[in-house]
């Protein structure tokens, strides 16, 4: 009964707005750094924890240090990560929509760009990405490769300044025009759609305010207080559902 309520849902919807979140990643084979027994692992092997590690201050106290974690933990999944089943649904649904005149965004904190692997073309990718490192000093863009070959702390070829990540560490403010697209998107949607994550994560619970529809959809294998919130609920894994409900 939800499957065939939410497949109406998206026939009647021409504008969708998708919240995807770490729920994602983890039906995609890759461990979330905040999740045990990864977390525990990773302090115990450097003494830190992997949500320290990736924040600004300790990326610019023990940079040394940061690059040692991010390429042995990050960088080494940059090509082993794929798209599962609901990435490639929402391709589907992407070019079902356009094909109407409609649109479908996607928003997600993801670093690992799965969407665009997949084939999404409308990704707001909130976090950046590990794909797109910069010199902080001429602004020429590096590949994860180049990092993982770079002794000790990456430094550019062109003028050896300091390669910056691509991605947003804790304690950095989101990009203003990030925040200005996500919003437009969100307030434009007439279907809300939340994947792989709560309504009271940061993103879903920062943006949802701007939906004022009544096609708030949750898909997630894991249960909340707020999830009663949503006009419809299905607590199931993403790639399960939407394979099944997107032709």
Known sequence: MAYETLKQMIAE??????????????????????DAPYAYQVEAEYGVSPEEFLSAAF???????????YKAEVLKNRNHARPNAA?????????????????????????????????????????GNMF??????????????????????????E??????????????????GIVTRIANETE?????????THLDAYMTKRFRQYYEG???????????????LANLIIHERVSDVLPQVID
């Open 13 to 34: 919807s021409r504008r969708i707005m998708v919240f995807s979140g770490m729920g994602m990643i983890r039906e995609s084979g890759i461990a979330y750094f905040r």
């Open 214 to 228: 009544e096609r708030l959809v949750l898909i997630n294998d894991e249960t909340y207080p707020t999830d009663k």
């Open 132 to 157: 797109h490192n910069t010199c902080t000093n001429c602004g020429k863009e590096f590949s994860p490769d180049y990092i993982m070959e770079s002794p000790g702390i990456p430094h550019c070829d």
């Open 188 to 196: 434009a949607a007439d279907m809300l759609l939340v994947i792989g």
């Open 59 to 69: 990326y610019n106290s023990r940079p040394s240090l940061f690059y040692k974690f």
């Open 87 to 127: 990435h490639y649904a929402l391709v589907r649904l992407e070019q079902q929509k356009e094909r109407e005149g409609g649109k479908v965004t996607v928003a997600t904190r993801s670093i690992s760009s799965l969407h665009k692997k997949a084939g999404s073309r409308n990704v707001i990718e909130a976090c």
């Open 159 to 176: 003028c050896q300044g300091a390669i910056r990540p691509g991605i947003l560490l804790a304690g950095e403010m989101l990009d203003n």
